[in-house]
């Protein structure tokens, strides 16, 4: 698996696959939709995009693509979660249905549609240095925020919230990745960019 240029899937359930898959290609990769098993087993990295993180979990098990993408994740494989995904990667959820899954890939506590009740949408401008000094147009959609991280977690971008306080909303935790807001909305590919180094640095 030593190609230059890295294939990277986007799990292709629900949400927003197409905006993911360009991106990836602007930033240089070779970008898949992923919803079986051997789609999976063909990608050395695996976008989680946004969505509902319930139906997701929900489509998860019923494509029987809960354990096969899990075990990636346990081997290694670079993971990218926005929003949604970002939930399927947590370790804990609050605020969620009981019967939802997710992989724990990164050791942190994420609270579901937190922004939510005050502001459905919003804005913002980040400066976030893992994404270099240009400041980053940040979307969240429903988003969930980080309560909790561990002792790992590397916390990459914060945001001041309408309850004045700042949240986590970035981290990254060895190869799993994950932002509360769409990087695939906005003309910027800098976070897809930082995704496939990570991608590339996997696979070297
Ligand atoms: N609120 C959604 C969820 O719980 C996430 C929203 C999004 O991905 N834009 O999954």
Sequence with gaps: MTDATPTIGVLALQGDVREHIRHLEAAGARAVPVRRRTELDA???????????????????????????????????????????????????????ADATWFSAIDMSVRRNAFGRQVESFEADLVVD??????????????????????????????????????????????????????????????HEYFLDMVRAATS
Excluded: K
Aim: net charge negative; aromatic share 6%; hydrophobic share 45%.
């Design 130 to 191: 893992a994404f270099g000094p240009e400041p980053l147009r940040t979307v969240f959609i429903r988003a969930p925020w980080v309560e909790r991280v561990g002792p790992d977690v590397q916390v990459l971008a914060q945001v001041r919230a309408s309850d004045d306080r700042e949240h986590i909303v970035a981290v990254r935790q060895g190869n799993a990745l994950a932002t509360s807001f769409h990087p695939e909305v906005t003309p910027d590919v800098r976070v």
């Design 43 to 97: 990608v050395d990295g695996l976008v989680l995009p946004g969505g509902e993180s319930t139906t997701m979990s929900r489509l998860l098990d019923v494509y029987e693509m809960y354990e096969p993408v899990a075990a990636r994740i346990t081997a290694g494989m670079p993971v990218y979660g926005s929003c949604a995904g970002m939930i399927l990667l947590a370790s804990e959820v609050v605020n969620t249905r």
